[in-house]
């Protein structure tokens, strides 16, 4: 069974700097979108960031452009979100998803396989 495994959260002061990593228990993500989502209580899950596993292709929400950046390490199955200038609004919990498709989707439903999360706080 697949699965994916996300660290890295922590607190945080405003301006400060965290890195997630999720890990993927198989190589079969080799082939999918491997997508940041957040969430905070009452909200939708929201789009972060995402990166084609195989073509290094990213795209960002505009809430994170310029102050986050997601990488990939395929010798170690894994996918970072490294998060530069941190506000308080970045204060969630961030999920590490897949999606087997070709292009870059944002929306929460079109992925298939998800983490269990792993929280953010920004102290103001």
């Known amino acids: 069974q697949v699965q994916l495994v996300e660290s890295g959260g922590g607190l945080v002061q405003a301006g400060g700097s965290l890195r997630l990593s999720c890990v993927a228990s198989?190589?079969?993500?080799?082939?999918?979108?491997m997508g940041w989502f957040r969430q905070t209580p009452g909200k939708e899950r929201e789009f972060v960031a995402a990166i084609h596993w195989s073509r290094s292709s990213t795209r960002y929400a505009e809430s994170v452009k310029g102050r986050f950046t997601i990488s990939r390490d395929n010798a170690k199955n894994t996918v970072y979100l490294q998060m530069n200038s941190l506000l308080p609004e970045d204060t969630a919990v961030y999920y590490c998803a897949a999606d087997w498709a070709l292009e870059l989707r944002v929306g929460p439903r079109d992925y298939d396989l998800w983490g269990q999360g792993t929280q953010v706080t920004v102290s103001s």
């Open positions: 198989v190589r079969t993500v080799s082939t999918a979108v």
